[in-house]
């Protein structure tokens, strides 16, 4: 069992940036996926960007690139999304989640994923 607790989210004007935690709970989260998805208000929960915990890898949505890093802290068992130039399409509920997988991550879908934090909220006000 892999337990996630996300931190970090909050309300911010749009133009401004925030950083997101997930702490992953095992003495090694080596050998694994570890992504950030979200669900704004109304639609369905899409995928943000992913890390290979072994390489650091990354992959990262379309709409993202450019304003979004993921990246880890593996003393920490910890993963980070830097998120700048919010824009008010970035609100909604973010969540971490972690799947075991040797190979590189390059399919963020939510479905690959077993494991879940329970969200933490973005909300970015214009």
């Known amino acids: 069992q892999v337990y996630l607790v996300e931190s970090g989210g909050g309300s911010v004007q749009a133009g401004g940036s925030l950083r997101l935690s997930c702490k992953v709970s095992?003495?090694?989260?080596?050998?694994?996926?570890v992504g950030w998805f979200r669900r704004a208000p109304g639609k369905v929960r899409e995928g943000v960007a992913q890390?290979?915990?072994?390489?650091?890898?990354?992959d990262y949505a379309d709409s993202v690139k450019g304003r979004i890093t993921i990246s880890q802290d593996n003393a920490k068992n910890t993963i980070y999304l830097e998120m700048n130039s919010l824009e008010s399409e970035d609100t909604g509920m973010y969540y971490c989640?972690?799947?075991?997988?040797?190979?590189?991550?390059?399919?963020?879908?939510?479905?690959?994923?077993?494991?879940w934090g329970q969200g933490t909220q973005v909300t970015v006000s214009s």
């Open positions: 989640a972690a799947r075991v997988w040797g190979n590189l991550c390059t399919y963020l879908r939510e479905g690959l994923f077993p494991y």
């Open positions: 095992e003495d090694s989260i080596g050998q694994k996926c």
């Open positions: 890390i290979t915990i072994e390489s650091g890898y990354t």
